[in-house]
């Protein structure tokens, strides 16, 4: 099967690839660096030509709401229209366990996308997960200064391979709508996995946990990011992760 990824090159776009490959399948990559721009529609319903299935794994580094509805919007609009020209059975969108219920800017403009790929013209289903065990550091290198100020936030993070996988899974089987949700094996608090990834990489820099303030802070602070009971749960932990990133 001939599938494409958008925003294969990244984190849990690289790992897409490589099941697809692995499976047998023929993975194509929309990406700028690949030739393909979601936003302008460069090359896009070229890269398209022949798919059977398309996964969105496509990403912008905002919190800003403006900034990430605008790119949702345009990347995700693109894609539907250029997935129903070339035939695309099914679309797979990969979002974020408690979008619904979280009222921050990337969260809601997830929605939106959601939303879109939902009441676009091919059959799409929506995954979504916890987020990633990268995620601690991640935030951790965006944050400037000795001293590093997070959130606090009850999440349960996934292993990025455990995601692609699970995308992979539904991709090639039929639509859903809005489909299952993916979570990791064990609950944790965001400052303590922060903590964790300082002291792993040998640093000494202090982590502190702060409430965000407002609605949005109280459900993160509360379990607004955690699955559901019916969820998928992957196996791999934060621990086994941290000690082997590639897993």
């Known amino acids: 099967m001939r599938v494409v990824v958008a925003g294969g090159t990244g984190v849990v776009g690289r790992y897409v690839v490589e099941e697809l490959s692995a499976l047998g399948h023929t993975p194509v990559v929309l990406a700028r660096g690949r030739g393909v721009d979601l936003l302008t529609g460069t090359g896009l319903d070229e890269a398209m030509a022949g798919a059977e299935a398309a996964i ?137 996995l922060a903590r964790r990834v300082v002291r792993a990489s040998g640093r000494r820099r202090p982590v502190l946990g702060v409430r965000l303030p407002g609605p949005a802070g109280r459900a993160m602070a509360s379990g607004g990011l955690l699955p559901g009971d019916t969820a998928r749960l992957g196996t791999v932990t934060f621990e086994s992760w941290l000690a082997d990133p590639a897993t």
């Open 56 to 192: 969105d794994v496509s990403n912008v580094v905002t919190m800003r709401r403006s900034s990430a509805v605008g790119f949702f919007e345009a990347a995700t609009g693109r894609l539907v229209d250029s997935s129903r020209r070339a035939g695309v059975r099914h679309l797979v969108v990969l979002s974020i366990v408690g979008v619904d219920r979280v009222g921050l800017g990337y969260y809601e403009a997830k929605l939106r996308q959601e939303r879109i790929a939902l009441s676009g013209a091919v059959p799409a289903t929506v995954l979504r997960a916890t987020q990633f065990h990268e995620f601690a550091g991640q935030l951790l290198a965006r944050v400037p200064g000795p001293v590093a100020v997070l959130p606090r936030q009850r999440i349960r993070p996934v292993a990025a391979a455990e995601v692609a996988a699970e995308l992979v899974r539904v991709a090639v089987g039929e639509p859903q709508g809005p489909g299952p949700e993916l979570a990791g094996p064990e609950e944790h608090q965001l400052v303590d």
